[in-house]
């Protein structure tokens, strides 16, 4: 099956800076992909690019087959577009702005109220429907933003920070949003909340400096977290010397640190050598040697010790 959002070789240039430098991607039906990167990376202008909203200095962009640049009015037709900030028109409702976007879509005024209506309750704007946009706050107006977007159900959704300004109840909204669209949609999703990627994302793309430095799901960038698969166990202080020796022994175990300590414990994590886990060894050494512990979890590792590493190492 042929990717619904495609991607290839893009290049921008603003001045002396290359904003995106030769980017290549493909999201497929029932993907969400999680596009990531440092402030300045190029994800918007990415994104930009792919929408036809900017002009590509070179490489092409297809959305359902269609060349952004060769036919953008078609391309556009499969396309909901949520941009950086959320544009709408402050002084309408979001119910007059909606049925706006749905007459400038060619909907007549039967299949307007319908579709409004849809948009307006699967983005959660019951409550303010007919209140001015410039009034409304940060989160609302980005809610109306994906109202916009999803109105006319496009097969293609791209969505320049969905989350961003919304509290805990309407980011859970969004998300469970996002997967209920998921099967019959490609959906990227550029954030810099890491943890949507786990939450939402089938697949993240990590950018930096215009181009992709790491490409997999939630779980392939988690393996490269140095303390994936690591071994973390609390005990008293007072054992503290005994257990990192007996630990370090292990030929499961590349070292052994201290995490934390506090209320007279200290954690200790055992780090893995190579790409097992040494939770076996650990808890046979334990039950053998008798050591008494509180607690022992093994841990996966952080989306941001890993977004850190990969950004910083590649030059941010």
């Given at each position: 099956?042929?990717?619904?959002?495609?991607?290839?070789?893009?290049?921008?240039?603003?001045?002396?800076?290359?904003?995106?430098?030769?980017?290549?991607?493909?999201?497929?039906?029932?993907?969400?992909?999680?596009?990531?990167?440092?402030?300045?990376?190029?994800?918007?202008?990415?994104?930009?690019?792919?929408?036809?909203?900017?002009?590509?200095?070179?490489?092409?962009?297809?959305?359902?087959?269609?060349?952004?640049?060769?036919?953008?009015?078609?391309?556009?037709?499969?396309?909901?577009?949520?941009?950086?900030?959320?544009?709408?028109?402050?002084?309408?409702?979001?119910?007059?702005?909606?049925?706006?976007?749905?007459?400038?879509?060619?909907?007549?005024?039967?299949?307007?109220?319908?579709?409004?209506?849809?948009?307006?309750?699967?983005?959660?704007?019951?409550?303010?429907?007919?209140?001015?946009?410039?009034t409304l706050s940060k989160g609302f107006k980005r809610r109306v933003?994906?109202?916009?977007?999803?109105?006319?159900?496009?097969?293609?959704?791209?969505?320049?920070?969905?989350?961003?300004?919304?509290?805990?109840?309407?980011?859970?909204?969004?998300?469970?949003?996002?997967?209920?669209?998921?099967?019959?949609?490609?959906?990227?999703?550029?954030?810099?909340?890491?943890?949507?990627?786990?939450?939402?994302?089938?697949?993240?793309?990590?950018?930096?400096?215009?181009?992709?430095?790491?490409?997999?799901?939630?779980?392939?960038?988690?393996?490269?977290?140095?303390?994936?698969?690591?071994?973390?166990?609390?005990?008293?202080?007072?054992?503290?010397?005994?257990?990192?020796?007996?630990?370090?022994?292990?030929?499961?175990?590349?070292?052994?640190?201290?995490?934390?300590?506090?209320?007279?414990?200290?954690?200790?994590?055992?780090?893995?050598?190579?790409?097992?886990?040494?939770?076996?060894?650990?808890?046979?050494?334990l039950r053998h040697e008798n050591l008494a512990i509180e607690e022992?979890?093994?841990?996966?590792?952080?989306?941001?010790?890993?977004?850190?590493?990969?950004?910083?190492?590649?030059?941010?």
């Amino acid at each position: 099956m042929a990717p619904l959002i495609e991607a290839k070789g893009l290049e921008k240039t603003f001045g002396s800076i290359r904003a995106v430098d030769g980017i290549s991607l493909a999201v497929e039906k029932g993907e969400v992909l999680g596009f990531l990167g440092p402030n300045g990376a190029g994800k918007s202008t990415t994104m930009k690019m792919i929408t036809g909203f900017l002009e590509l200095d070179a490489g092409s962009a297809a959305i359902c087959g269609i060349d952004i640049t060769a036919d953008p009015r078609a391309a556009k037709a499969k396309l909901g577009y949520l941009p950086e900030g959320a544009p709408a028109y402050g002084d309408m409702t979001p119910a007059a702005f909606l049925a706006f976007i749905a007459e400038v879509r060619g909907y007549d005024s039967h299949e307007i109220k319908g579709r409004v209506a849809a948009a307006v309750s699967r983005a959660g704007l019951g409550a303010v429907v007919d209140q001015r946009i410039e009034t409304l706050s940060k989160g609302f107006k980005r809610r109306v933003g994906i109202a916009q977007a999803i109105l006319h159900d496009p097969p293609v959704l791209i969505m320049d920070e969905p989350t961003d300004g919304l509290d805990p109840n309407q980011k859970h909204h969004v998300r469970e949003l996002i997967r209920e669209m998921r099967p019959h949609k490609a959906i990227i999703v550029s954030t810099h909340i890491l943890e949507e990627v786990e939450a939402v994302c089938t697949r993240a793309i990590i950018i930096n400096r215009g181009r992709i430095v790491a490409d997999g799901t939630a779980d392939d960038l988690l393996s490269r977290a140095r303390a994936h698969n690591s071994v973390s166990i609390r005990v008293l202080e007072a054992d503290a010397a005994r257990i990192t020796k007996a630990l370090s022994a292990l030929a499961e175990v590349a070292g052994v640190e201290t995490a934390d300590k506090a209320d007279g414990l200290i954690r200790l994590r055992a780090l893995p050598k190579g790409s097992a886990s040494p939770a076996k060894a650990v808890g046979d050494l334990l039950r053998h040697e008798n050591l008494a512990i509180e607690e022992m979890v093994v841990e996966r590792g952080k989306l941001d010790d890993v977004f850190r590493e990969i950004t910083m190492s590649s030059g941010a």
